[in-house]
C-alpha cells in the first residue's frame, strides 16, 4: 500500500480485513517491521480513539509516534500562489516537504469547515499533503471520507456477521450541530464492497453525494428500512444539499431499542445519548460501538503495516 | 494492586514505600514488567510535575506512554439519563470503555470546580472512570484527593527522619486563588497511617474534611502547633464548610525561616513564594521540596509496578 | 558539551559539523548513549521544525522524549524575590530543579515578547534554566539567539558549498508582523566562525546588535550586496534599535529570482511567501530551505550526542 486516503487504496479488501483480525492474536508480532521508522501525527481538529488507536496501532509496530496538534505549530497556507500578508504563517508545500524529512509516514486529520462546499469537496488539505509530501499518507479523517473508520466497521461486521449476506441499514439520526458527511461516506464505500445487503435510510433531502452512493437503494422510511437488519450504523451528517444545514432535528429519527429489533448497533462515537440514539440501545448487549472502537486499533495497524511493507 | 485511586489501595504501606525506595538504586530494573503494556495518561487539568514524574514512572518499567489533554477529544458527559442536546459530546460510559481497549492502565488528574460540594465530593469524574473503565485507574489528583502526592510524601518523611516517630504538622497557608483540599486530605490520610505524631493547625473555621482528619489534633494556634516539629507541610486549601471560599488571607499564617526553626519544610508544588512561604524558608537547607518532588517518579512506579504484577 | 545554549558552547565548530554530516549514514548508530536517558522539551512558543526534528534526534539516539507546552503546566515566574500574587504559580527556581529530576538533558524554547529590549536581551528565561536547572540545557529558540538552526545552517553550507570560502549575505526581508532578531543573530555569530566571506545587507536603522555583528560588512544597498553571492540568506527581523517595531515594509527588499541569480537561497522557515521571498524562488532548484530544516535533526542530534557523551 503506498498510502492510504481513501477506501480504494486497499488493493485486496477482503485478505486485508482478514489479516486484520489475524492481528488480535498477537499485535506486537511485527514489531520489527516499524523499527526506526517514525508515524507522525497531525491533528487540525479533535481526536480521541483516532489518535489514541493509531498511536497503539503503530507502537504496536515498533514505530516511533510524533503527534503534533497544527495549533502548536503554524497556521498554514494552502492557496497557490497567495501574497501571505494576513494569518497564515507557512506554506503547505514547505510544511510537507519539511514534515517528510522527519517521517516515514504522515497521518493527518482535517474536517471540513462546512460553510464553502466546493472548497470541502475539493479536499485541499489532504490533497495538499498527498502532493507536496514526500511520504505516504494516511487518512485519519478528511474533509469527505473516514477511511479508517470505516476499515474498523468492516472488520468488526465480518466478525460478528452471523450468516453470509447480512443486511446493514445505514440510518440518519439528528443532532443539534453540524456535522460532516465523511464517516457517512466512507461507511457507504466501505459496504458497497463488500458482501452486504446494504441500505440507507434518512429524511427526504438529506441524500449524501450520488458519487459515492451510486446505486444503493435509498429508502426514507426508516421502519421499512430497517425491517429485517442484522447491523444498523446510525449517523448524523448534515444537509449535503444544502450544504452544510442542519435542516432536521426530528426525534423520531432517533434510534431506539423498539425500532433497532435484533440487529446489532454501530456507530462510529461520539455518540450524543438520547439524541442519536436512546441509551437502551447502548446499553444493551445489541451495541457493538465499544468492539468498533476497539477495531480502530487494528484497521490502523494493518494500514501501517501495509505500508511499512511497501517502504521496505 | 487492582488500581490506586486512594491511599486504602496500598494493601502494605510500609513495605510499599521501602520498595519505592529501592526503586531508585535501579529505576530500569523492571522494564520488562511494563513491555507491550500501555499506560494512558489524561488530563482535565494543568500537571507539570504529576505529567512527567508519572510518565517517566511507566517509562522506566518498560511501559507505552499515550497523553491526552481532554480538551484535545471531545467534552465528556457524567450524568446518566441526560439528553446530550447542549455542550457534551461523548458520554463517560463510552469514553472509558473505548480507552480501555487502547490501555492497561488509566491515569486521570480532574480537578473539582470548587462551586458545587456535593458535586466534587461524589467525585463523579474518577467514580465514573472507575465504574466504566475496564482496566486499573491511578487517581492523578482528583476532587477531594491526591495520592500519588501522598505516597511521595511518606516516601521522603521515611527518607529524611532523623527519628522515630517523628513530629509533622500540616499548616494552613494563605492563597489569592481558591485551592482544592485534595493534597491535604490525601497528606492527612497518609500520616494517619504513617508512625508519625501528627497534628494540623489552620485559622478556625478552616476545617478539612472530618471523615478524614477524625481524631487528629487540630490546634488553631500555629505558633504552638509548629514546636519541636520535625516536618512542617504547609498547604494552601479553600474553605470546606463554606464552600470553595477564599475567606482568610491573613498573611500571618505565611510560613517563615523563624516559625519554621529547625524543622524540615514541605509542600506538594506549585508554590507561591513570599505568600505560601517566605523565600528564606524555601532557599534554606530546610527546604525537601525538591527532593518531594523528584519522590514522585518513585511513588508513581512503585503503584504502577504494583498494578502491573496484578496484571501478570 | 556541558550544554548548548549559544555556538560558543561548541568546542570545534568545524568538526562537530563533520561528525553531523557523518550521522546521516547511520542515524541510530548511537542509539546505546541514549538508553534510558531523558530528554524534556519545554515549549512557551509555537514549533514545528524545532519540535518534530528535535524530538526525532533524540530518539535516534535512543533516549526518551518528553514534551510539555508550558501552559499545559503552571505560569512560571522569573523574578527574584517577588511576592507572587498575581498570576504566576510557579518559580522557576522550583520549576528548574524539579524538571531536571525527571529529564537528563531539558531543551527550552521561549521567544522575546519584543516590547522590552533590557528584558529580552538579559534572557531571563534561557538564563534562569541555566542558572537552577542541574542538568544540561539546550536553547530551541530563545530571545536573541536561535543556535541550533545556525548549526543545522552551517551544515547546510558546509554540504552545499561548491568552492572554498563561498560568498555568503544576509539579506533582510519585510513581513507583517514584528519578529525576533535571534535566527540572524546567531546565523550572524555562525558566519562570522565559518570559513566564508559574509555580507549583511538591510534598510539604513535596521542593524542587529552591535556587539554580535562587530566587523562584519554591513550593505544598505541590497543589490551590491548580492553580487556574486554563493548563499543568499533571507530573513527579516523586526527594529533593534526602535526595538520591536515594523519601521519598514518595502516590497523592494523582498528575495527576487532576478536578485538571486545563481545563488542557493537559504531560510529558516517557517516563511511567507510573496512577501519574504516570491514563489519563484522557493520553487526553485536554488532553494535549499527544505535540505536546511532535514539538517535540523543532525545538528539537534550531534548537540545531543556530544552532550550525552558529556554526562558518562
Redesign the interface.
Known sequence: MKKYTKIKDISNLNETIKEAILLKIN??EFQDLGK?K?L?ML?FN????T???T??AA?NLGM?V?V??VN???QL?FED??????N????I???A???S???DIIAVRAFPALTDKAKDQSEYILKSFEKFATVPIVNMESATAHPLQALADAITITELAEKPKPKVVLSWAPH?KALPQAVANSFVEMMRNLEVDFTITHPEGYELDKNITKETPINYNQKEALKDADFVYVKNWSNFNDYGKVLNRDENWMMTKDKLGNAKFMHC???????VVE?AV??SENSV??KQ??NR?YAAQIVLKQILEGLL
Not at 500562489?81 to 494576513?86: E, K
Not at 497564515?88 to 506554506?91: D, K, P, Q, R, V
Not at 462515537?269 to 439524541?275: A, E, F, G, K, T
Request: avoid cysteine.
Open positions: 499485535p506486537f526506526h517514525t507522525v491533528f479533535a481526536s480521541l480513539r489518535r489514541l488507536s498511536e497503539k507502537k516511533d510524533m503534533l496538534n502548536d505549530a503554524w497556507e500562489g497567495t501574497v501571505m500578508y494576513a497564515t504563517s507557512e506554506h508545500k514547505e510544511a516537504q519539511v514534515i524529512q522527519y517521517a443539534p462515537l461520539p455518540v450524543r445519548r438520547n439524541i441509551d447502548l446499553d460501538v465499544i472502537a476497539n486499533t
